[in-house]
């Protein structure tokens, strides 16, 4: 397991969201990211990141301005744990905030896996 503080780890999240390209994170909308040590009770111990909201495919006009933002939330423990050493951190986090961000968006599991996101 890697070794990496939880400023490390954050400044890790932060670069990878700076490297989206900047198209795509204007088109986002009303979310936040976080950073967790660990997912919450009921997911898998190895959970890399999750989202949680509504994609903006699925808002329509029932979606009001004021809704609480999506979360989109990356956790350190599990990631340094699948992790050799910090420049592998740094790549997982990259691919686990873009796939994030893809949900987001609306693309699913099997579409990411075909893109080679998965």
Do not use: K, Q
């Not at 400044?11 to 990211?33: F, G, H, I, K």
């Not at 949680?52 to 933002?69: F, M, S, V």
Request: glycine content about 6%.
């Amino acid at each position: 397991m890697v070794e990496l503080g939880p400023e490390e780890f954050e400044e890790a999240v932060a670069d990878a969201l700076d490297s989206v390209p900047a198209d795509l994170a204007r088109a986002m909308d009303n979310v936040v990211v976080l950073v967790e040590d660990d997912p919450p009770e009921g997911f898998p111990p190895d959970l890399l990141g999750l989202y949680e909201g509504t994609p903006l495919t699925e808002r329509g006009t029932w979606w009001a301005a004021g809704a609480l933002p999506d979360r989109i939330t990356v956790f350190r423990r599990p990631t340094l744990a699948v992790c050799a050493d910090r420049a592998e951190v740094v790549e997982e986090v990259r691919i686990t905030v873009v796939h994030e961000i893809a949900h987001h968006f609306g693309i699913d599991d099997a579409r990411l896996h075909d893109l080679g996101w998965a």
